[in-house]
């Protein structure tokens, strides 16, 4: 019976030694944060001098749900939360939001880049298109248009996901 409380007060003090550590780590991370955000300002008052252009920005998130709350499909929250051991429904949906939103800006970021894509293994991939202006007539008025230079997204499923669609 001595040994169950000892082992106890044993697992209570790697605990409290975890937490300590967490919260440095959290500590360490806060003051890398202020850190970019203050070379991040120098550097773009510095590019402003030199270039017209402006910086890329630099996103640093704390993820939280949205002012527009991403809709998810309660299966899909339900899902991560199971599979992540979340306490909340909460907490699942800040981690989709979490997930969607870094691809959004990984999207966004290569938009410029024709021919780039972004691979999820098993699921899926995204691939940036870009499409040229083309000159048409127009019907019955003959007028010469030229269309726009447009850059879309293409997705392409992949693994089961590609298989199911053929309906084997």
Do not use: C, W
């Not at 991939?125 to 003959?142: D, L, N």
């Amino acid at each position: 019976m001595t040994a169950v409380p000892s082992s106890i007060e044993r697992a209570g003090n790697e605990l409290a030694d975890i937490h300590k550590d967490v919260y440095r780590l959290e500590k360490q991370i806060e003051t890398v944060r202020e850190t970019v955000r203050r070379v991040a300002e120098e550097r773009s008052v510095s590019d402003q001098r030199v270039s017209s252009r402006p910086p890329a920005p630099i996103r640093i998130v704390r993820y939280q749900l949205r002012s527009r709350p991403l809709k998810t499909n309660p299966e899909l929250s339900a899902r991560v939360q199971r599979s992540l051991n979340l306490e909340t429904k909460k907490e699942a949906e800040i981690a989709v939001g979490a997930v969607v939103d870094a691809l959004e800006q990984t999207l966004l970021n290569n938009l410029g880049i024709d021919g780039f894509s972004l691979k999820l293994g098993g699921f899926g991939k995204f691939k940036v298109r870009h499409t040229k202006p083309i000159t048409r007539r127009v019907g019955f008025s003959g007028e010469t248009v030229i269309t726009e230079t447009k850059r879309k997204i293409k997705f392409a499923s992949l693994g089961k996901l590609r298989a199911s669609e053929t309906g084997n």
